[in-house]
């Protein structure tokens, strides 16, 4: 079956940029929307951002000038980049499958990022 | 700013039958929403359970069903169980952008 692996470095300074990597296993990345989400902790749950296969994106619009989300489909991978960070932007980040632009079915487990110096 | 709200928490007793709703600033929830609806319990990342209003996954529950109601998302557990006790989340759509819900805390005493 389809899993979802988030990694990246679990601790980030203020002002630098956070890089996270989703591995998509047990299934091809093409021919979906591949989407990122984030969970402060405590909080609720916050849309990042969303990727099609072939590569066209779609951002939150509070998050969109320092939000960027790649794919590469050799790697059956796709990334988030976010640039400035600050310490509101410390939480658990998911990745997700968009099935037909609608249906968020599939979820990572999680990955805490911190920011802090 | 787009807001979605789901009641803070609700409580049900086993066996019985609860409705969460999910409610949007800009007016009445319609099918062009494609309301989602997430369980999340302590620890776990959030599992889907409802897409597109009233859709199922291959993994929901019977006792899980998502409609429509008086122009909000809702979604209904009928004979809960104790392991429904868990943060149940909405998600709607706004033509290219999608706007969470800030969480629904049931509980099952």
Known sequence: ?117 | QTVVTQEPSLTVSPGGTVTLTCASSTGAVTYGYYPNWFQQKPGQAPRALIYSTSNKHSWTPARFSGSLLGGKAALTLSGVQPEDEAEYYCLLYYGDAWVFGGGTKLTVL
Not at chain 1, 13 to 41: A, F, N
Not at chain 1, 60 to 70: M, Q
């Open chain 1, 1 to 117: 079956q389809v899993q979802l692996q988030e990694s990246g470095p679990g601790l980030v300074k203020p002002s630098e940029t956070l890089s996270l990597t989703c591995t998509v296993s047990g299934g091809s990345i093409s021919g979906y929307y591949w989407t990122w989400i984030r969970q402060p902790p405590g909080k609720g749950l916050e849309w990042i951002g969303y990727i099609y296969y072939t590569g066209s994106t779609n951002y939150n619009p509070s998050l969109k000038s320092r939000v960027t989300i790649s794919v590469d489909t050799s790697k059956n991978q796709f990334s988030l980049k976010l640039s400035s960070v600050t310490a509101a932007d410390t939480a658990v980040y998911y990745c997700a499958r968009l099935v037909g632009a609608t249906d968020f079915d599939l979820w990572g487990r999680g990955t805490l990022v911190t920011v802090s110096s």
